[in-house]
């Protein structure tokens, strides 16, 4: 049994060395170091080189974001975020990390959670993120560039009337990357759909409406796709986003695998309602949710895309939509954006 070697990177002793019992519990899993700061963890990893690490947010000297975004640009390695969720500042350098090339994350201990459960989840999380093939990350901590010079012509098809993105792991990223390429205002909406853990999905809108030029917001449920225009709109946490009679709605139902908003039931719903008005993008991202919809998306007219395998940082849903046939265009990040300008059979005149 190959034996997962581990650097937590916790500031509050109390916290890390009960991060550090639970893990020396699993006969699999071995501590190899401990850092209290930033600088220590960049140092530890460059010297330990851990196959997976813990990554508190909230750390002295240099705090969790900083040495996520220095550790993924310069030995890339699986990240846990464990970082607290009650906090905004907290959060947002979250979103940041994520954004930088950590995998997954997970809310600290509190106290509340019956016997085992929080250990048990952090265990799990903690193997599952250590599978993660990740990539070197160079956060461009420049203004957002200009891309008016560069955009495509539009192509000559048909006149769409949405744009829609899914996205999971790595999605904080590039929506960033997307968003900031894409002239503002959007002369279409553009609706999203991003898995992220519910305690963390606060301030997520708040944050990415100040990565790029666009107005971005959480879906109410009940615009009208003409009230939506020019703006972006994601899936609420825990309700999936549908578009019905021309008006988005928000529901309860049940998860399509295991996920909730479904990146599935989005692109499933604007395949029955626009059929050839939609643009749809499957982005980075853990599992298989969007890969049927979006194959339901091209069968009804519309133009469907998906991220290639070297630019993602988890290659498993667009990979499903691949295998299914599902995308028409398999293009990297970078370009995406151009992708779905030139797919869009609109002029954008708005500044990037």
């Given at each position: 049994?190959?034996?997962?070697?581990?650097?937590?990177?916790?500031?509050?002793?109390?916290?890390?060395?009960?991060?550090?019992?639970?893990?020396?519990?699993?006969?699999?899993?071995?501590?190899?170091?401990?850092?209290?700061?930033?600088?220590?963890?960049?140092?530890?990893?460059?010297?330990?080189?851990?196959?997976?690490?813990?990554?508190?947010?909230?750390?002295?000297?240099?705090?969790?974001?900083?040495?996520?975004?220095?550790?993924?640009?310069?030995?890339p390695t699986p990240i846990l975020i464990v970082s607290s969720s009650t906090n905004r500042g907290e959060l947002l350098r979250t979103y940041e990390a994520l954004a930088a090339g950590a995998v997954e994350v997970l809310e600290?201990?509190?106290?509340?959670?019956?016997?085992?459960?929080?250990?048990?989840?952090?265990?799990?999380?903690?193997?599952?993120?250590?599978?993660?093939?990740?990539?070197?990350?160079?956060?461009?901590?420049?203004?957002?560039?200009?891309?008016?010079?560069?955009?495509?012509?539009?192509?000559?098809?048909?006149?769409?009337?949405?744009?829609?993105?899914?996205?999971?792991?790595?999605?904080?990223?590039?929506?960033?990357?997307?968003?900031?390429?894409?002239?503002?205002?959007?002369?279409?909406?553009?609706?999203?759909?991003?898995?992220?853990?519910?305690?963390?999905?606060?301030?997520?809108?708040?944050?990415?409406?100040?990565?790029?030029?666009?107005?971005?917001?959480?879906?109410?449920?009940?615009?009208?796709?003409?009230?939506?225009?020019?703006?972006?709109?994601?899936?609420?946490?825990?309700?999936?986003?549908?578009?019905?009679?021309?008006?988005?709605?928000?529901?309860?139902?049940?998860?399509?695998?295991?996920?909730?908003?479904?990146?599935?039931?989005?692109?499933?719903?604007?395949?029955?309602?626009?059929?050839?008005?939609?643009?749809?993008?499957?982005?980075?991202?853990?599992?298989?949710?969007?890969?049927?919809?979006?194959?339901?998306?091209?069968?009804?007219?519309?133009?469907?895309?998906?991220?290639?395998?070297?630019?993602?940082?988890?290659?498993?849903?667009?990979?499903?939509?691949?295998?299914?046939?599902?995308?028409?265009?398999?293009?990297?990040?970078?370009?995406?954006?151009?992708?779905?300008?030139?797919?869009?059979?609109?002029?954008?005149?708005?500044?990037?």
């Amino acid at each position: 049994m190959k034996t997962l070697r581990v650097l937590v990177v916790e500031d509050s002793a109390t916290v890390r060395a009960h991060i550090c019992a639970v893990l020396a519990a699993e006969p699999d899993i071995a501590v190899i170091g401990q850092a209290s700061d930033g600088q220590q963890a960049i140092t530890l990893c460059q010297q330990l080189r851990p196959d997976v690490m813990t990554m508190d947010m909230m750390m002295p000297e240099l705090d969790g974001q900083a040495a996520t975004e220095a550790i993924m640009a310069q030995c890339p390695t699986p990240i846990l975020i464990v970082s607290s969720s009650t906090n905004r500042g907290e959060l947002l350098r979250t979103y940041e990390a994520l954004a930088a090339g950590a995998v997954e994350v997970l809310e600290k201990p509190d106290g509340r959670q019956a016997d085992g459960v929080w250990e048990r989840r952090l265990v799990t999380l903690l193997r599952l993120v250590a599978r993660i093939p990740v990539i070197t990350h160079l956060r461009a901590r420049v203004a957002p560039r200009s891309h008016a010079a560069q955009l495509p012509p539009v192509a000559g098809g048909p006149r769409r009337v949405l744009l829609a993105l899914g996205t999971s792991t790595g999605g904080p990223g590039a929506l960033v990357d997307i968003l900031r390429a894409l002239p503002a205002p959007a002369p279409l909406p553009i609706l999203i759909v991003m898995h992220i853990n519910e305690l963390f999905s606060a301030g997520f809108a708040e944050w990415l409406d100040g990565q790029s030029p666009h107005q971005v917001a959480y879906a109410r449920g009940g615009e009208s796709l003409a009230e939506a225009r020019g703006r972006v709109l994601l899936a609420p946490s825990g309700q999936h986003l549908l578009l019905h009679a021309g008006h988005l709605q928000l529901s309860c139902t049940a998860p399509r695998h295991s996920c909730r908003p479904s990146v599935d039931l989005l692109f499933e719903s604007l395949a029955a309602e626009i059929g050839p008005g939609v643009v749809a993008a499957l982005l980075t991202g853990m599992g298989r949710d969007g890969a049927s919809g979006l194959l339901a998306i091209r069968r009804a007219g519309g133009l469907t895309l998906a991220q290639d395998e070297a630019s993602c940082v988890v290659y498993g849903m667009p990979r499903e939509a691949v295998l299914l046939g599902a995308a028409q265009q398999i293009r990297p990040l970078q370009e995406i954006a151009p992708a779905l300008i030139a797919g869009s059979g609109v002029a954008w005149e708005g500044r990037a």
